[in-house]
């Protein structure tokens, strides 16, 4: 979506307004792009780190994020909403304002 503007009709001062706008949107876009490739990298990792998978065997009861053994009185995890896989408590993360809670990589995706 560039469009070509002609600077040859404005003055000296208001082309070079226009150059540093355009200098900073530049910048702004880039930071982005960086943050945006930052935010996904980490996404990635936090799935492969501790999402189970079928090419590996899981005791049945383990976290799905952290593959922590868990008990059958204590600390017997709950099952994430968003990704139907049972997690431990150091793998939740609790919403603003409601009592929900969704496990990492699902909070991550949102």
Do not use: P
């Amino acid at each position: 979506m560039a469009h070509q503007v002609s600077l040859s009709s404005l003055q000296e001062s208001e082309r070079e307004v226009i150059l540093q706008v355009l200098y900073r949107d530049r910048e702004v876009q880039n930071t982005e792009a960086e943050r945006i490739r930052k935010l996904k990298t980490r996404l990635q990792h936090l799935r492969w780190k501790g999402a189970k998978s079928v090419s590996h065997e899981y005791k049945e009861k383990s976290c799905a994020r952290c593959q922590q053994t868990l008990g059958l009185l204590l600390n017997r995890g709950a099952v994430c909403r968003g990704c139907s896989h049972r997690v431990c408590s150091e793998c939740r993360v609790f919403l603003r304002r409601t009592r929900a809670w969704k496990c990492t990589v699902c909070f991550e995706d949102r």
